[in-house]
């Protein structure tokens, strides 16, 4: 049975996005624990040059339900960044992605199968079909940010692991 784009996009992005809301969880208990304020991780940035805590939490929203919702419409359109917020709102905000790729169906996302998509980044015309949208574009961006977020965290002292990236495998009954 071939892959489908729905197998492709909405439970590849579930899986991760769960486990962000899992590691944020983590984190905020941690912090609790230690006396720490969970806002203080914010604006926290791996390296001076690279975006903080809080854009990497939004731009995995983004580029989860914006990025299957491009399938749909073609375009690539998240809303602007909101910039700092509480941490219990970056919490919020992946419970959303949560419930917003929850509620897309197989069938419907597959009939969205072939599209062309067309993004532009500034100068640059990126012409995609939905598949090539999703993973080369997508994908790796929203992964990108996923780590990148777990990485602060840890290099903070929250003790997470690699099954905390992981999340919930979607293995076949044995």
Do not use: C
């Not at 399938?71 to 970056?90: I, N, S, Y």
């Not at 532009?120 to 780590?147: D, Y």
């Amino acid at each position: 049975m071939p892959t489908s784009l729905y197998d492709l996009s909405v439970p590849t992005f579930l899986q991760t996005v769960q486990a962000i809301g899992g590691f944020l969880g983590r984190a905020a208990a941690h912090f609790e624990e230690t006396g720490v304020d969970p806002d203080s991780v914010v604006n926290e940035r791996l390296f001076g040059d690279m975006a903080p805590f809080h854009f990497q939490i939004e731009a995995a929203w983004h580029h989860s339900v914006w990025g299957v919702k491009a399938l749909k419409t073609g375009v690539f359109t998240p809303p602007g960044l909101v910039g700092p917020v509480p941490f219990a709102e970056l919490q919020a905000m992946i419970a959303r992605a949560e419930t917003a790729l929850e509620a897309f169906t197989a069938d419907e996302v597959n009939t969205w199968a072939g599209k062309e998509l067309n993004l532009q980044i500034g100068p640059r015309m990126l012409a995609f079909t939905s598949e090539t949208f999703i993973l080369s574009f997508s994908l790796p961006h929203f992964h990108f940010h996923a780590v990148t977020a777990y990485d602060i965290l840890r290099s903070r002292g929250v003790p997470l692991g690699k099954r905390d990236y992981e999340g919930r495998l979607r293995t076949r009954p044995a």
